[in-house]
């Protein structure tokens, strides 16, 4: 048998036949009426690869399903060491035959989640056991069992702390009864024998139909997973003599459905220092003196409030500028340096902006190189009390490694300390990093999604992002710990993001917390998962509503006002507000989250709230997101996901079955892993189905945006960055080539190939749509395969002009440097122009 240009096929056949074989499953014949279940997990990764099962006919011989196969994964606590780690589960099922899985974490709660089928689990809660005790008890809460009372129709959690015993009843696994000290001693796991090895658990038994359906879900994850592990090494492989592939293509121009014309935007997060020393055009760092070993909780002493500064100085708190920024330095007799985010860029003959905060005596600040030459100096003369000098300094060189030095004679006090290019974007005062932000613009991204992310809720409750904190006269504003492990110093606030989105011509969509913090909170314990005391909740229900005002109110109303101060009477016409983000759906989640939307809905309308479902594509927070969705008629929803290419290729059709009487998607955060080309064309593939239901997806944006070299916390970004150099990556372009060529309505076409192999057909795809306002004809193809691909396309009814504009960005798959080339092609060239391997290609045509 010969499988020509079809060797996935024979892999794939033999994949399927190891997977059904290999995991100890009988023949269906064979397979009994009834088996025993068994329940357990292990300390292997810390504790984080969740709950496992093994079967039995006889208590002798277990199979592990998976082997290990994590079937319900513990969502508490961070990604670190410490967290997502699931200990001691036990399994009850309930008279409904339900079950119920109560499990340890490293804090002083325990878990809880449901499921029917031990495959599909419900949402997880956290249940503080000795919530009822005086002094609240800090330690591990250790699940010992769980007892069914059916005297009372009840069951008792039972629970160790500090070494005593205790229990709490619930009848509906919702509510708890007050904790009392435990007298039994009961022992209820068992203790089986796996592959030689002794794990403690609980056993049931169970009809053979519920252990067959987990054990086809677990080969279905396994072999999907199999299946999205590609790369142009697999590819090689996977396509050896594969000949050029002939394409012809059908436009139907006159079968059209309209989409949304603002499927590009950017999601902005003060990740990877993608604000101070990134975007935020301050060239000083720690310029109030208000970094605190809790901005990396300590792991850092040298990070403090004399970040960043050198030379003579001492930090002191009486008689601070403001109260909200108590730190400032007195120098006496000497000077004080600061070297920015690694080193000062600057150019020669350009003006730089310096202003400080001064008391005392006469000083010189001086822009300065290591070899002690001097770029540029000014003098200023401070009094007995506070006073703000604005100076202007004009650099003699350009340098990369220069500092900033004030010195004094005497003893002068010093604090807001900064240094910013008059060439700043669009010449806003406390402004934007001028080629950062062009290059953000030069995507024409239709909307800016900010402040985060997980910036956005923060780490722990004390750490929720607050807008109201942010505006304001900087010296006034609360800067605060960063999420991301740094810090924050709000000078990039929401007065300015909206100034962004403003110059960009591009909607705002800020996201605020639903009244719980990051479900991967580190800090704060188990208020993790407690959110915001609901006695709390109208007060912050109430910022969300004032940062409606704020952003369109008159300047007659309270927060209108502010703005108009600001230096912006008008509105800025917020149609956008996005509550919560990845956040883990529990009970607590859904009671904050539901009073802000209904509370949004009520008083403003007109606003377009944005829901969340969770970090993932699938699973407890997606499915309950998309259910709380449905009960309050959201009108958009934000998915995110972060996959392998491989994904991104075998799941262009995603949207093609969303239910369009439901909410619209916002595609708010998703990548493909990784920068290289190989990852840009899987990503551009992905987005041709993204076009293709533009009618159900509204917004998309990668993420994350920025990111500086030497300070990244998170990988692949969009856009990386040193002092003075702007370095997009090669998902930049596509992005780009997207978002500068959108339209409002797709067309229809059908796809041919010379070659009808499934693995083929994956990648190639184009995407047609049309452009309202100029008319134009936008067609997008990408050919993700190894070989060329020759296009034979016809349109329909339609009479193109002249000429058309064609760009290609092509390259080795392996690398990073493919760069998008265009240039202008007739018409009949164009239609019939020959995609290189790995290809990337928009026509823009003009029509009558």
């Not at 008689?319 to 600057?346: C, Q, R, T, W």
């Not at 007739?826 to 995609?835: D, H, I, N, Q």
Request: overall charge neutral; some cysteine.
């Amino acid at each position: 048998m010969v499988f020509k240009n079809k060797p996935l096929n024979l892999i794939s056949f033999f994949l399927f036949v190891f997977i059904i074989f290999g995991f100890g499953v009988k023949p269906k014949s064979e397979n009994p009426d009834k088996v025993y279940l068994f329940a357990y997990s292990t300390l292997k990764n810390n504790g984080k690869n969740g709950l496992h099962f093994a079967w039995s006919t006889d208590q002798q011989n277990w199979f592990s399903i998976g082997p290990e196969f994590g079937f319900l994964k513990s969502d508490f606590g961070s990604w670190g060491p410490t967290g997502k780690s699931m200990s001691e589960p036990f399994l009850v099922q309930d008279k409904a035959g339900v079950f119920h899985c109560f499990w340890s974490v490293k804090d002083n709660v325990f878990a809880h989640s449901e499921s029917k089928d031990l495959v599909n689990w419900g949402r997880q809660n956290y249940i503080q056991g000795m919530k009822n005790f005086v002094g609240k008890n800090q330690d591990k809460s250790v699940i010992s069992n769980v007892q069914v009372d059916e005297k009372n129709g009840q069951y008792l959690v039972h629970f160790s702390e500090s070494g005593k015993n205790y229990f709490s009843a619930t009848r509906d696994f919702k509510s708890y009864s007050s904790s009392e000290i435990d007298a039994t001693s009961l022992k209820l796991r068992k203790e089986i024998a796996i592959n030689g090895e002794v794990f403690q658990g609980t056993l049931f038994k169970v009809d053979w139909s519920l252990v067959d359906n987990m054990i086809k879900k677990m080969e279905s994850v396994k072999f999907r997973d199999k299946q999205n592990t590609t790369s142009p090494k697999s590819d090689s492989l996977l396509f050896v003599g594969l000949k050029p592939v002939k394409a012809e293509i059908a436009i139907h121009t006159e079968k059209a459905k309209k989409i949304s014309n603002m499927l590009t935007g950017v999601f902005f997060e003060d990740i990877n220092y993608a604000a101070d020393g990134g975007l935020y055009g301050e060239l000083i760092q720690n310029r109030d003196f208000e970094y605190s070993l809790h901005d990396k909780k300590g792991s850092d002493e040298k990070w403090n409030a004399s970040m960043a500064w050198n030379g003579d100085f001492k930090i002191v708190k009486e008689n601070p500028i403001h109260v909200n920024n108590p730190n400032y330095a007195i120098i006496s007799k000497g000077s004080i340096s600061n070297f920015g985010f690694d080193g000062i860029a600057l150019k020669a003959n350009d003006k730089y902006n310096f202003s400080v905060f001064a008391k005392g005596t006469k000083a010189v600040v001086r822009l300065k190189l290591a070899s002690g030459e001097t770029l540029a100096e000014a003098k200023f003369t401070p009094s007995t009390s506070w006073k703000k000098f604005d100076l202007i300094l004009k650099v003699s060189k350009t340098v990369n490694d220069a500092h900033l030095e004030i010195s004094t004679d005497g003893e002068t006090a010093v604090d807001m300390v900064s240094l910013f290019p008059q060439k700043i974007f669009k010449n806003r005062k406390n402004g934007l990093r001028l080629d950062l932000a062009e290059t953000i613009a030069d995507m024409h991204p239709k909307f800016v999604r900010f402040p985060g992310g997980c910036v956005a809720h923060g780490d722990g409750l004390h750490n929720i992002y607050r807008w109201k904190n942010t505006i304001g006269p900087l010296e006034s504003r609360i800067p605060m710990r960063n999420i991301w492990n740094y810090h924050q110093s709000m000078g990039l606030g929401y007065f300015e993001y909206f100034q962004f989105c403003e110059d960009l011509g591009a909607e705002a969509v800020p996201v605020l917390a639903a009244g719980v913090p990051c479900q991967n909170s580190s800090d704060g314990g188990s208020g993790q998962q407690f959110g915001i005391p609901i006695e709390e909740m109208d007060d912050y229900v109430q910022d969300v509503l004032d940062l409606i005002e704020y952003a369109n109110g008159s300047v007659n109303t309270v927060w209108g006002k502010e703005r108009a101060e600001a230096g912006h009477p008008k509105p800025f016409n917020l149609k956008y507000i996005g509550i919560g983000n990845e956040d883990l759906i529990s009970d607590v989640f859904e009671e904050r989250y539901k009073m802000i939307v209904k509370a949004v809905q009520q008083k403003y309308p007109e606003i377009i709230v944005i829901g969340t479902v969770g970090p993932f594509f699938e699973g407890t927070d997606y499915n309950e997101g998309w259910r709380i969705a449905d009960e309050l008629k959201l009108p958009i929803v934000d998915e995110h996901y972060y996959q392998s290419p491989g994904w991104f290729i075998n799941n262009q059709n995603f949207y093609d079955s969303y239910d369009r009487a439901k909410s619209k998607v916002y595609l708010g955060e998703y990548a493909s892993w990784g920068n290289k080309f190989y990852n840009a064309l899987a990503e551009a593939l992905y987005l041709t189905g993204v076009e293709r239901n533009g009618d159900v997806v509204t917004m998309a944006s990668y993420a994350p945006l920025l990111a500086r070299e030497k300070h990244t916390q998170w990988n692949p970004d969009l856009i990386y960055f040193t002092g003075d150099e702007v370095k997009p990556t090669v998902n930049y372009f596509v992005q780009q080539l997207y978002g500068q060529n959108p339209g409002n309505h797709y067309v229809e076409s059908t796809l041919r190939l010379s070659d009808n192999n499934d693995e083929v057909r994956k990648r190639v795809a184009v995407s047609v749509v049309s452009d309202e306002a100029s008319g134009d004809l936008i067609i997008k193809l990408v050919n993700a395969l190894p070989v060329a691909v020759t296009p034979a396309i016809s349109l329909d009814h339609l009479a193109p002009t002249k000429n058309v504009t064609y760009t290609v960005l092509s390259g080795n798959p392996e690398l990073t440097t493919a760069r998008p080339v265009t240039q202008q092609l007739s018409v009949a060239t164009a239609l019939s122009k020959e995609l290189p391997p790995y290809a990337f290609v928009v026509m823009r045509i003009k029509t009558k």
